[in-house]
Each structure stands twice: as C-alpha cells, then as structure tokens.
C-alpha cells in the first residue's frame, strides 16, 4: 500500500508475498515456515505466493509446493524486492502498468 500511495500504480490483491528483504540491495532472502505460509495464502483465498528463490529449509519447500499444488495457488520465485513488484503491478492489456486516478469530490 505505500508503494501504491507514492506512485500511484495498481497492485493484485490476490497475491502473498514472504521472505526478508535487504533494505541496502533489495535482495530477498529465505524466511521459515513457508510451507504454513502457502496454507495460510491458500486458505485466505489468494490465488498467488511469492517467495524467495532461496530457502534454508528444503523440506519445507517441498511441502510449500505440495500445499500450492492442492491449493491450486500459484508459486512464483523472486531474486529481488524489484522482482516481486514487477509480478505485483496490474498492467493494462497492452502491457504497460495501470494508475490509480484519484476522483475530486465536490
């Protein structure tokens, strides 16, 4: 929501994002309890889950892909903070991302 109040672009709201972020690169990195994180996204509805490209804990991520398949939700990998907001912006059909217009009340 702070990147939609700055610059004005749409963001889904059908996607979970986890995992820690490197405030100096943008990096992201792996975080624990991923596969109760894809249960969670799974059972709030969300259709996606974005998670680092790395995990510390492979047993997890097997289990985080088993939970995503059942759950017909959407895994997709990150390298970067800049990967997850590519991902996360609503384009346009042509491709191009999509701006919020704020109404004037009168």
């Given at each position: ?33 991923v ?9 709030s509805?969300l ?20 939970v ?14 800049w ?24």
């Open positions: 929501s702070l990147l939609h109040a700055f610059t004005g672009l749409e963001f889904c709201s059908d996607t979970a994002l986890t995992g820690t972020l490197s405030m100096s690169t943008g990096a992201v990195g792996p975080v624990g309890s596969d109760d994180k894809a249960k969670a996204a799974q059972a509805g259709k996606r889950l974005i998670v680092p490209r790395e995990h510390s804990v492979q047993a997890e991520v097997a289990r985080m892909k088993e995503c398949r059942k759950g017909k939700l959407e895994l997709q990998h990150v390298d970067s903070i990967d997850a907001i590519r991902l996360c912006v609503k384009t346009k059909s042509r491709g191009e991302p999509r701006r919020h217009t704020h109404r004037q009340h009168t």
